[in-house]
């Protein structure tokens, strides 16, 4: 009788399971649909679902392994969810505080048909997420990666740690790189309960149903959206071409657990004001999403090196003011404004937060632009 994996030393485990490369197969994609569904059954509300790795990268060579990446929201205890897999057929490869990782389809006579590898995270901890991106994005540097990985396959095939060590600098170079260039357009950040990504065609109902609502925009300039024409037009004309500018932040707000769009945060005037604005839909108010969102882009924001970020509200809106206070943003002066196109007289308090510690900075636009600073 034969040894139990559990009783194999990481030699012997590594000459059972060498580095192996194939071409890649339509298969995996539907692997990974089903083994989703599965896992979803199994994981908290609020929890997201990648397909990440090589496998999830058209047209290069992969080791016939879907790797997929759950990232868990930050109240969940991942060790207690990591045993419960165990009843799937999971084992758990290795453990950290913040990260679980766990493998199936591994047998004492090899690699059964289909292999997983799942990743545990919290929140954000997704670098694996950008690289696949990067990669599908640029077929080019996919191919790259794929000539390095066949490279090291040989010198690799029985040290699967070598293997991941000796690529880890290309994936750090181009995970960098495609940082960067999300930075140029809307890049998606994820919290506990919500996913900020770009407005796209399928959200012209949310549109109308966010900016149609007379109340939620009674402290907005524009007047409310009529219909689904309008808010298509809206879409198309004002919302996705700010995708196509040099920089933009432009987000819709998407409930992670039922997908639904409640929401969007924007920075405009980008160089200028750094105006920080948003509108949450009405029957999510109250919940602390508007503070959520708003740090959450404000984190970015420091991250991609922007000084300050300022935010403006209408004396008759306070509320709003009480997001920026728990931002940490202050109060700076205020300023009365002809409001367009509603065509009123509006006072506005201007808050700022600077994020390079210059705290003698505030950005004086508003009082240059208009006579009646108060």
């Not at 289909?114 to 954000?124: A, D, I, P, Q």
């Not at 029957?283 to 300050?308: N, Q």
């Amino acid at each position: 009788m034969g040894k139990k994996l559990c009783e194999m030393t990481l030699q012997e485990l590594w000459r059972l399971f060498p580095i192996s490369l194939v071409p890649h197969r339509e298969c995996w994609a539907e692997y990974y649909a089903q083994e989703k569904s599965a896992l979803g059954k199994k994981l908290p509300l609020g929890s997201s679902i990648y397909h990440i790795g090589s496998t999830a990268v058209k047209g290069i060579m992969a080791k016939n392994i879907v790797d997929i990446l759950v990232e868990l929201p930050w109240k969940e205890n991942m060790h207690t969810l990591a045993d419960s897999l165990t009843d799937d057929g999971y084992t758990v490869m290795s453990s950290s505080q913040s990260r679980v990782s766990l493998c199936k389809g591994y047998t004492e006579e090899g690699f059964a048909d289909r292999v997983f590898h799942l990743h545990l995270r919290r929140f954000g901890d997704c670098r694996e997420i950008i690289f696949r991106d990067r990669l599908n994005f640029d077929p080019a540097v996919a191919k790259e990666y794929e000539a390095l990985k066949l490279k090291l396959w040989k010198e690799y095939e029985f040290d699967r740690d070598g293997y991941t060590q000796a690529k880890s600098d290309f994936v750090e170079r181009y995970s960098g790189e495609a940082r960067a260039l999300n930075f140029l357009n809307t890049p998606e950040i994820r919290t506990e309960r919500l996913i900020l990504r770009r407005f796209n065609k399928n959200d012209v109902e949310g549109i109308l149903r966010l900016y149609g609502d007379r109340e939620v925009n009674r402290f907005l300039p524009w007047f409310p959206l009529e219909d689904l024409s309008q808010a298509e037009s809206y879409l198309y004309e004002k919302i996705l071409p700010c995708y196509d500018g040099e920089a933009s932040y432009n987000y819709a707000i998407q409930y992670a657990q039922n997908g639904e769009l409640v929401g969007y945060v924007h920075l405009h005037d980008i160089g200028g004001a750094n105006d920080l604005g948003y509108a949450i839909a009405k029957e999510y108010w109250g919940k602390g999403i508007a503070t959520e969102v708003c740090r959450a882009v404000i984190d970015r924001l420091a991250e991609d090196g922007l000084p300050f970020v300022t935010a403006t509200h209408d004396v008759e809106n306070p509320r709003s003011g009480e997001v920026m206070k728990r931002l940490g943003m202050k109060y700076a002066y205020s300023y009365n404004e002809r409001w367009q196109p509603k065509d009123i007289d509006v006072v506005f308090k201007m808050y700022q937060l600077n994020l390079d510690g210059n705290e003698e900075r505030i950005y004086s636009g508003y009082r240059t632009a208009y006579d009646n600073n108060i």
